[in-house]
């Protein structure tokens, strides 16, 4: 076979330009890890109460009413009285029903690669003690009202329930708490904490995925037949995200609450709740950093075929030099995989859009090396069928080859949307 | 032919999905038909069982409300506090309120006008149960007669249970998210004890007012004022923050059979209509591959054994009518069956033509 010179160095250059090209794309990746932050700088830092006046934010309609209000000064109770009253109560029987509702102040950060997200909530819980009970002349607002240090000072005083965040992993120190006391003995406590919690990141429809950030409270020590975690139809509808949180990257859905129980030793069960809050992630940040560079990857293995004709001697390249092109895809598909599960780290594991798409490259690349070896070095085809059906099958791979490749790659992508 | 079949098959998918939807949506019915049933079970157990305490009768049919206020009182609030009852009332007969053990400083009214069921309770001596709007709001109410010693009938005893024990547990046994519409004429003519944020703009949906809802911010989305205008069992299907949800509406009936509201029950259709939406597409990419690798087949086979060396064998002979000779045509062996005595002709004719 007579060879071209100047058409063998073609496929050279194009690998080369093809391998470097998707290492700088792998490179340009590494900085992607940051996404699913806020926008801006300064609202990263963990804030505390003093930047997020409850009162300006809490879903109750009458928060900012009782921010503009001063400190209630409420009367101190008698130690014996502080005794009895920081026992369980049980005017009401047991197990005391302690209702809790949440609402999502601020979302800060959600690192899907770490699996944590921070944000700032808001917890209610409300319950029945009778010793607290008091005459309505009292408290000419219907309530006596205890915030910060105050607050912080008569729960010392009154039973509450131990309730504990179950995948909080920190917390800012400062807390922004409100405690309030009704004339017929119910307690309001509303509790701020700024926190990063766990999330459990399920990448398998990425980038078209729903992620579920929950905040899971169960009630410590006591068991259910002493403490019960409740909520009502009012603490679903103040269980909810604030109008003007956002989060980059994701869109924001609604909160659910949810309950059960949490088995202990001895047949003990434990209360908890939970809300969740979805959030989908906006499909069009994984399409440059991710589906870009596969997709253009794919075409590689494509190039090796297509680069060479076939004739009545055989084909016009040798196969070697088309070999080279396959295995530089090879390569630049490793450095690629690298790179994205670097950054992506949660879809480097399982079966999800990404590893299916990193299959399918692998997979094309397979059979284009097949094709250089069967067709181009030891003429399998026509050895066994003639050249005619040489020359008609190696057409049929030009253009089926990239239909079904592409054809499964879109496929890939419309299941993970579906 | 393939996509023939692949369209059948995507259209038997399609069916499938929308029977697996039809009978979520007669699951729902038939679970709220179920739970509302309890409901009114449960509620007329409790009032046969307060209404049997034969200090409760004595005080009832000595007619001395103090007395009866203090053997109710306490059973009320526990009741009230721990497993929604929303309402308790000993009437007279017909139906004149005795003692609202919910409201007991409110009593004396005549009821009969707008409470068929007490009406009929105090008229045939029978227990009724269903729902009913009071005073102090819909309820699922159970109301019992009561005798006293000598079986002489001498009023009735309701009890009502709220709805949102009803519809939480709906949501918590079966993952249905459920609201309870009720007519806002009705409410603010018959519900004059009602809170104040009851009977809100925010909760007015077409004719009805947003009662009691497990989801009100989900609810608000997927039950709007066109929608809640029914009269019959209705479904439709609604996507809120990109989920699809099954919506079945249920009209409410009073005793009267007297349409006073609207159930809604939604259900998360997401997986199912994902798991269509996979299917659909690995079906087309089936079908795909069915068309390629077919004309792949055809093409191979019809033109690389028939067609091609049938050119290559036509342009040989033409170049022999031009008297080239120099062409020899390919090994026989290359050839199918059909070509190869043709190929064997034109070998004996160029054999002759170089001669």
């Known amino acids: 076979m007579k060879r071209r010179p100047a058409r063998s160095r073609a496929p050279r250059a194009v690998s080369l330009f093809i391998l470097t090209a998707l290492f700088c794309i792998a490179l340009a990746l590494f900085p992607h890890k940051s996404r699913g932050q806020s926008k801006s700088s300064e609202s990263r830092t963990v804030v505390g109460p003093a930047s997020a006046p409850m009162a300006s934010a809490a879903p109750e309609a009458s928060a900012p009413e009782v921010a503009a209000r001063a400190k209630t000064a409420a009367p101190a109770p008698s130690e014996a009285e502080e005794a009895e009253e920081a026992t369980i109560p049980m005017g009401r029987g047991l197990p005391v029903v302690v209702r809790i509702a949440f609402f999502f102040l601020e979302l800060k950060e959600l690192d899907d690669t770490k699996g944590e997200f921070e944000a700032i909530v808001d917890m209610r819980l409300r319950w029945s003690d009778l010793r607290l009970a008091y005459p309505l002349q009292e408290s000419p607002r219907g309530y006596k009202e205890y915030r910060g240090a105050a607050a912080e000072k008569r729960l010392t005083t009154i039973w509450k329930p131990h309730v504990e965040p179950t995948n909080r992993l920190e917390v800012d120190d400062n807390v922004g708490r409100r405690v309030r006391i009704f004339p017929n003995g119910d307690v309001e406590t509303i509790e701020r904490r700024a926190a990063r919690y766990k999330v459990k990141i399920d990448a398998q429809r990425f980038p078209f995925d729903r992620q579920y950030l929950k905040v899971d409270y169960i009630v410590r020590e006591d068991t259910t037949d002493a403490v019960v975690l409740d909520y009502e139809n009012d603490d679903v509808e103040w269980s909810r995200i604030a109008k003007d949180a956002e989060l980059e990257g994701w869109r924001l859905g609604l909160v659910d609450l949810s309950r059960g129980v949490v088995p202990g030793w001895n047949g003990d069960r434990y209360s908890r709740v939970a809300a969740s809050l979805f959030v989908d992630r906006l499909p069009t940040t994984g399409i440059a950093p991710i589906f870009i560079p596969l997709i253009a990857s794919l075409l590689i293995p494509l190039l090796a075929i297509w680069m060479n004709k076939s004739t009545e001697d055989g084909f016009e390249i040798e196969a070697f030099e088309l070999a080279n092109i396959s295995i530089g895809g090879l390569f630049s598909v490793i450095a690629l995989s690298f790179a994205i599960y670097s950054s992506y780290g949660m879809i480097a594991g399982g079966d999800n859009t990404v590893t299916r798409l990193f299959g399918l490259n692998y997979m094309t690349l397979a059979l284009s090396l097949s094709v250089v070896i069967a067709f181009y070095r030891f003429k399998f085809p026509r050895r066994l069928f003639g050249r005619y059906v040489e020359e008609q099958l190696f057409l049929f791979i030009c253009w089926a080859l990239p239909i079904l490749t592409l054809g499964t790659s879109v496929a890939f992508l419309l299941v993970a949307a579906a | ?355």
């Open chain 2, 1 to 355: 032919m393939i996509g023939l079949i692949t369209g059948v098959s995507l259209l038997l998918t399609s069916q499938m999905l929308r029977n697996a939807e039809a009978d979520s949506f007669r699951l729902m019915r038939d679970v709220l038909t179920s739970t509302l049933r309890a409901t009114e079970e449960k509620a007329l157990v409790r009032a046969e069982l307060v209404s049997a305490m034969p200090a409760v009768r004595s005080a009832f049919n000595q007619r001395d409300r103090d007395k009866l206020l203090l053997e109710t009182r306490d059973m009320y609030k526990e009741q009230a506090e721990k497993y929604g009852l929303d309402q308790a009332q000993f009437h007279v007969p017909p139906g004149v309120s005795f003692l609202r053990l919910h409201r007991p400083e409110k009593f004396g009214d005549d009821q009969t006008s707008y409470r068929p069921m007490l009406t009929e309770v105090n008229r045939d001596k029978v227990l009724r149960k269903g729902v009913a709007i009071t005073r102090a709001g819909p309820a699922i109410a159970g109301i019992v007669p009561i005798f006293d010693d000598a079986n002489q009938h001498t009023g009735s005893f309701e009890m009502g249970l709220e709805f949102s024990p009803m519809l939480d547990k709906l949501k918590q046994s079966y993952g249905l998210e459920a609201a309870v519409f009720i007519d806002e004429k009705m409410l603010r003519d018959i519900s004059t004890d009602l809170g104040g944020d009851v009977l809100t703009p925010e909760k007015r949906v077409g004719k009805y007012i947003r009662f009691h809802a497990t989801h009100p911010v989900l609810l608000r989305s997927l039950v709007l004022d066109r929608d809640v205008s029914v009269t019959d069992a209705s479904s439709y299907e609604r996507i809120v923050s990109g989920t699809p949800w099954g919506v079945q509406l249920v009209p409410m009936y009073n005793y009267m059979n007297k349409q006073i509201g609207v159930y809604a029950l939604a259900m998360d259709f997401s997986v199912t209509r994902a798991a269509q939406g996979r299917s659909r597409v690995w079906q087309g990419l089936a079908g795909l591959f069915g068309v390629v690798l077919t004309a792949g087949m055809i093409l191979i086979v019809v033109r690389g054994l028939l067609l091609s060396p049938l050119k290559a064998l036509n342009d040989r002979f033409g170049a022999l009518l031009e008297g080239d000779a120099t062409q020899p045509a390919d090994p026989v062996d290359s050839y199918c069956d059909e070509l190869k005595t043709l190929a064997a002709n034109y070998e004996r004719l160029r054999a002759k033509e170089a001669k």
